[in-house]
């Protein structure tokens, strides 16, 4: 997107778009924000989570990265910006649902089957968060797709492990969802934790979030236990 172009987004944006958002923005500003969710996504251009949920302005607290990982929970105070927006959302927000959606084709479960540039020594690191879901075999499409997959799953365990994620979920107050949104089919694939498998949202019973809240995890226990063989990792 050439320079230019830019800034006639943004007058356009001002001119076009605000307007009719004018009175909703006018009560975000005075009654502060309150959304409900917290959406960790994928940092991929292709994955608009406005357009997938139908949220507007104010509804979705947003966090996206390489290939949407969660941090492990360490209790160290480090510079972890995910982690940041994870207690943020949960401890001041107090968000009802935590999203983690990745996707089809996502460049940097891929990068987990290669090797990213020397100099990219932070990207080298952060996709290790994916290592366990990798599975030992040649990265063909559906490889790819089930690593994807798994990483999800991975990342909603991670969660779990973050105090303030697990008490309310226990408590019933919180639920987690995993999402998968395959680009060329316009669909997105629930985690069901009790099929152990994606299913698509169009034949789903619901977004992802009955299983924690109606039936919560046992401490220590893994919900990959819950899954098919083939997607276990390897640990
Ligand atoms: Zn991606």
């Given at each position: 997107m050439p320079g230019d172009e830019l800034l006639e987004r943004l007058r356009k944006f001002n001119t076009?778009?605000?307007?009719?958002?004018?009175?909703?923005?006018?009560?975000?500003v005075e009654q502060g924000q309150h959304p409900t969710t917290l959406f960790i996504g994928c940092s991929d251009s292709r994955?608009?989570?406005?357009?997938?949920?139908?949220?507007?302005?104010?509804?979705?607290?947003?966090?996206?990265?390489?290939?949407?990982?969660?941090?492990?929970?360490?209790?160290?105070?480090?510079?972890?910006?995910?982690?940041a927006a994870i207690e943020f959302a949960v401890l001041s927000l107090d968000v009802k649902h935590i999203i983690v959606c990745g996707h089809s084709h996502c460049g940097g479960i891929r990068a987990l089957y290669g090797e990213p540039p020397p100099e990219a020594t932070n990207l080298k690191a952060w996709l290790e968060l994916g290592r366990e879901a990798t599975l030992p075999v040649q990265p063909s499409?559906?490889?790819?797709?089930?690593?994807?997959?798994?990483?999800?799953?991975?990342?909603?365990?991670?969660?779990?492990?973050?105090p303030m994620v697990r008490s309310r979920v226990e408590q019933g107050g919180l639920s987690l969802h995993g999402w998968h949104y395959v680009i060329e089919d316009g669909e997105v694939n629930v985690f069901d934790v009790k099929q152990g498998c994606f299913v698509p949202a169009s034949r789903a019973e619901h977004s992802g979030d009955g299983p924690y809240s109606l039936d919560p995890v046992d401490p220590g226990q893994s919900i990959f236990n819950e899954i098919d063989e083939a997607w276990r990792p390897q640990r």
């Open positions: 076009d778009f605000f307007p009719q958002y004018r009175s909703r923005f006018k009560d975000l994955l608009v989570p406005y357009l997938l949920t139908g949220a507007g302005p104010g509804e979705l607290f947003l966090v996206r990265n390489v290939a949407a990982f969660v941090p492990p929970y360490d209790g160290s105070a480090g510079h972890h910006g995910t982690a499409p559906e490889a790819l797709r089930r690593t994807e997959e798994r990483s999800v799953v991975l990342q909603l365990e991670r969660l779990m492990d973050y």
